[in-house]
């Protein structure tokens, strides 16, 4: 890999790691909720999804998922109304903090893994990253 491709990779991960999104979010809502150590299950949660975009990216999904706008757009509305119906759940949610620490009882590392990885898998703006480079790395290397 050449350095330049190399360089413009690490340093668009890292802005768009430090910038906010649904991930960012995601994490935060979780550790208020339910504190630091519980907030792992999205973290993890939120990286099983992205390693899951990028092998989705690096077996050719991506390019088809990238050529299809139909797929596109199927992905990126699910991942609209996913984030809708977060947004909805999230203002009904508890807001004093003795419904805080019934919701720390209630917490359940299985649904917050899920929900978290849910959120990088139907985030389109999330593949575009590893779908521009990874095609820069595998395919354009082979010509």
């Known amino acids: ?9 690490v340093i668009a991960s890292f802005v768009i790691s430090v910038s906010p999104g649904a991930g960012a979010i995601t994490t935060i809502n979780s550790a208020l909720n339910y504190g630091f150590k519980r ?3 999205a973290i993890i949660g939120l990286q099983i999804g992205y390693l899951a975009q990028i092998i989705i990216v690096c077996i050719g999904l991506g390019g088809v998922i990238a050529a299809s706008a139909t797929l596109y757009n199927i992905i990126k509305w ?19 903090n003795f419904k805080r620490e019934k919701a720390k009882q209630k ?3 299985s649904s917050i893994f899920i ?9 389109p703006k999330a ?8 095609t820069a790395i595998f395919i354009f290397k082979r010509t």
Do not use: H
């Open 78 to 96: 699910f991942g609209v109304l996913y984030l809708i119906y977060l947004g909805i759940m999230q203002f009904y949610a508890f807001t004093s």
């Open 39 to 41: 907030s792992y299950a």
């Open 115 to 123: 929900r978290a990885c849910l959120i990088n898998l139907t985030n």
């Open 1 to 9: 890999m050449e350095f330049s491709i190399w360089l413009t990779m």
């Open 107 to 109: 917490f359940k590392f």
């Open 127 to 134: 593949y575009r990253l590893p779908f521009s480079f990874y």
